[in-house]
């Protein structure tokens, strides 16, 4: 079983920054992806960027440029930072990890971007 906890969302200028945290329970080594999704009212969840145990990383079109994923392995967490961040930014985003046939999800933070 593989739990995840985010954090660091809250409310930021357009242009802003901020850096989200998840933290995973147990080795981080075991698990093969993990990745930042995040969910608008009235859409549907969309992944916004993924990184590889091997330290890959891929990131939707609309973040390139402004977000950035990383992990640390001595900690067990994985970071998304989001610079210059816009109003259409604004979601719920959650925490996600695959390992083996699970597929696991954290409980989600707001980031809520004013114009």
């Known amino acids: 079983q593989v ?5 660091g969302g809250g409310l930021v200028q357009a242009g ?3 850096r989200l945290s998840c933290a995973v329970s147990g080795s981080i080594f075991s698990i093969n992806v993990m990745g930042w999704y995040r969910q608008a009212p009235g859409k549907q969840r969309e992944l ?3 990184i590889t145990s091997r330290g890959s990383t891929n990131y939707a079109d609309s973040v390139k440029g402004r977000f950035s994923i990383s992990r640390d392995n001595a900690k067990n967490t994985i970071y998304l930072q989001m610079n210059s961040l816009k109003p ?3 979601a719920v985003y959650y925490c996600n990890a695959l390992r ?3 597929n696991y999800w ?8 004013s114009s």
């Open 106 to 113: 954290g409980q989600g933070t707001q980031v809520t971007v």
């Open 3 to 7: 739990q995840l906890v985010e954090s």
């Open 48 to 50: 916004v960027a993924g």
């Open 88 to 90: 259409e930014d604004t």
């Open 100 to 102: 083996g046939l699970g």
């Open 16 to 18: 802003g920054s901020l």
